[in-house]
C-alpha cells in the first residue's frame, strides 16, 4: 500500500476524519485506566506507608483488647485504647532482664487536629521506621525542658511553625477544643524530617510535660491549683502518669520475643496484651484482604467496559464505513490491508487512551497526595510513571489490537460489492 502510505498512518488519518468519535473513544479509555490504577496506587501506597511505619520494634504492649486494635491506635493512631495500662505495670514490665529499651506512648489530646503523643527522649534514641531508619531532626532538638515540643514534618508545614514558636495542646481529640491547655504553653524545641508515615502528623511532648498540663484535671474539668510552669519544672522529677496508652519493647534477643509476649499476656496483676508488629500487620492485610481484591476486580472491570466502549465504536463506525472499504479495494487495497487498518485503529485508540491514563491518575494524585496524607495518613512515595504503568499501557494496547481483530475479521469477510452500489 505504497500508494496510500504506511496502514499506521492511514488509519491516524481515519481518525482524525472522525476525530470526535475517536476523541471520545479515548477519553472512555483513559477514564477506564485513570480509575483502575488510582486504585492501585493508593492501595499500594497504603500498604507501603504502613509497612514503612515501624521497624526494629519486637514488642507492643497494651491494655487486653484486640492485636489489630492495639497496632492501630499506638502505631498508626487511627482510633483510640479502650483502656490503659497502669504505670506500675510499666514500671515491672521495664524491669525484665531481656528487654533492652522501651518506649512509652500516651494519647488522648490534640493540637489544632493534630494528635499529641506524650513519650520521653528514648523515643527519639530507638524509635524506627521503614528499613531500620532512626528518627533525624530537620531543625531544633529533643526535649530538653518539661514544656518542650517536638513537632512532625507536616504539622510544622501546615501550621508555619518555626522552633522556638509556642503551642498550646487541647483536652480530648477533636479538631476543635473548648478544653485548651493555654495555662501551660508548649514551646516547639525540634521538628522532625519527614518520614512518609503518620509521625510526621504528630505532635511529640514529653511524658512528664503531658502530666504537669493535666494537673488539676483529675476530675474531668480543670481545678485551679495556683501553680505555674516555673512551679511544676521543680515537680518535674516526681511528675508520673498513672497510666499511659501503650508501651513499645525492644530486645536484646529477639530469641526471648515470644516467652515474653506470653509472660506479658498472662500477666496477672492487670489484663495486658503483648503483640508482635509484623505478625498484627499481617492480620490485618487478611483481613482487608478482601476488600482490595474486589477494589481491584471492581477497577478491572472498568477496564473491560472501556474497551467494549472501544469496540463498539468500531463495530458503528464499520457500518458507516462500507463504501470507504469498498473504495479502497477499488483502489488495489487487498482484505488483509482493510484489516490492518481498523486493527491499527483500534490499537492506536487503545494505546493514546492508556496513555493519557497514565498522564491524567498521576497528576491528579499528585495534586491530591497532601490532601491524602493530612486526611487518611496514606502517603504516595512515588508518584512518577513506573514500569507498573508501562505494562498497563503495554497490555491495554494489546487488547486493543486483539479487540480490532473482531471488526476487522468480519470486514474482511466482505465482498468488494459490498457498499460500492449508493443506496437511498
Known amino acids: 500500500m505504497t500508494w496510500l502510505g504506511p496502514i499506521p498512518?492511514?488509519?491516524?488519518?481515519?481518525?482524525?476524519?472522525?476525530?470526535?468519535?475517536?476523541?471520545?473513544?479515548?477519553?472512555?479509555?483513559?477514564?477506564?485506566?485513570?480509575?483502575?490504577?488510582?486504585v492501585e496506587k493508593i492501595r499500594l501506597g497504603a500498604r507501603s506507608s504502613f509497612d514503612n511505619t515501624i521497624s526494629s520494634t519486637d514488642l507492643i504492649v497494651g491494655a487486653r483488647s484486640g492485636s489489630i486494635n492495639l497496632l492501630l491506635y499506638s502505631v498508626f493512631h487511627v482510633g483510640d485504647a479502650t483502656n490503659n495500662i497502669s504505670w506500675r505495670s510499666v514500671q515491672e514490665i521495664q524491669q525484665h532482664p531481656d528487654i533492652a529499651w522501651t518506649i512509652p506512648l500516651s494519647l488522648g489530646d490534640s493540637m489544632r487536629g493534630f494528635r499529641v503523643l506524650g513519650t520521653n527522649n528514648s523515643y527519639f534514641e530507638h524509635y524506627k521506621y521503614g528499613r531500620k531508619q532512626a528518627l533525624s531532626f530537620s531543625g531544633g532538638a529533643e526535649f530538653g525542658d518539661l514544656f518542650d515540643a517536638v513537632l512532625g514534618a507536616e504539622v510544622a508545614l501546615s501550621l508555619s511553625l518555626r522552633v522556638g514558636d509556642p503551642l498550646v495542646v487541647a483536652h480530648g481529640l477533636g479538631s476543635t477544643s473548648f478544653a485548651q491547655h493555654d495555662n501551660l504553653p508548649f514551646k516547639v524545641s525540634g521538628i522532625l524530617a519527614p518520614t512518609g508515615t503518620p509521625l510526621d502528623r504528630t505532635v511529640h511532648v514529653s511524658l512528664a510535660g503531658l502530666e504537669a498540663v493535666h494537673h488539676g484535671w483529675e476530675s474531668g474539668r480543670h481545678k485551679q491549683t495556683g501553680e505555674n510552669a516555673e512551679g511544676l519544672r521543680t515537680l518535674e522529677a516526681t511528675l508520673e502518669p498513672a497510666s499511659i496508652t501503650a508501651l513499645l519493647v525492644g530486645l536484646k534477643s529477639r530469641i526471648a520475643t515470644l516467652q515474653l509476649q506470653r509472660q506479658i499476656n498472662e500477666y496477672q496483676q492487670e489484663p495486658l496484651l503483648a503483640i508482635i508488629p509484623g505478625v498484627a500487620l499481617s492480620q490485618l492485610w487478611d483481613v482487608v484482604s478482601v476488600a482490595e481484591q474486589a477494589l481491584s476486580a471492581i477497577a478491572g472491570f472498568v477496564i473491560i467496559i472501556?474497551?467494549?466502549?472501544?469496540?463498539?465504536?468500531?463495530?458503528?463506525?464499520?457500518?458507516?464505513?462500507?463504501?470507504e472499504m469498498a473504495l479502497l479495494r477499488a483502489l488495489g487495497a487487498r482484505p488483509w490491508h482493510i484489516g490492518a487498518l481498523l486493527t491499527s485503529e483500534a490499537t492506536l485508540l487503545a494505546g493514546v487512551g492508556s496513555m493519557l491514563g497514565v498522564c491524567l491518575v498521576n497528576g491528579l494524585l499528585y495534586?491530591?497526595?497532601?490532601?491524602?496524607?493530612?486526611?487518611?495518613?496514606?502517603?504516595?512515595?512515588?508518584?512518577?510513571?513506573?514500569?507498573?504503568?508501562?505494562?498497563?499501557?503495554?497490555?491495554?494496547?494489546?487488547?486493543?489490537?486483539?479487540?480490532?481483530?473482531?471488526?476487522a475479521a468480519l470486514a474482511y469477510r466482505r465482498s468488494l460489492a459490498d457498499g460500492l452500489t449508493v443506496r437511498l
Open 306 to 323: 472501556g474497551l467494549m466502549v472501544l469496540l463498539t465504536s468500531l463495530f458503528t463506525s464499520l457500518n458507516e464505513r462500507r463504501r
Open 9 to 38: 498512518h492511514l488509519a491516524f488519518k481515519s481518525l482524525l476524519n472522525r476525530r470526535l468519535t475517536a476523541a471520545l473513544t479515548v477519553l472512555a479509555v483513559a477514564l477506564s485506566v485513570t480509575l483502575f490504577l488510582g
Open 367 to 407: 495534586v491530591a497526595a497532601a490532601t491524602i496524607e493530612s486526611h487518611y495518613g496514606v502517603t504516595l512515595s512515588s508518584l512518577a510513571p513506573g514500569a507498573y504503568d508501562g505494562s498497563i499501557v503495554l497490555l491495554v494496547t494489546v487488547a486493543g489490537f486483539v479487540i480490532g481483530l473482531l471488526p
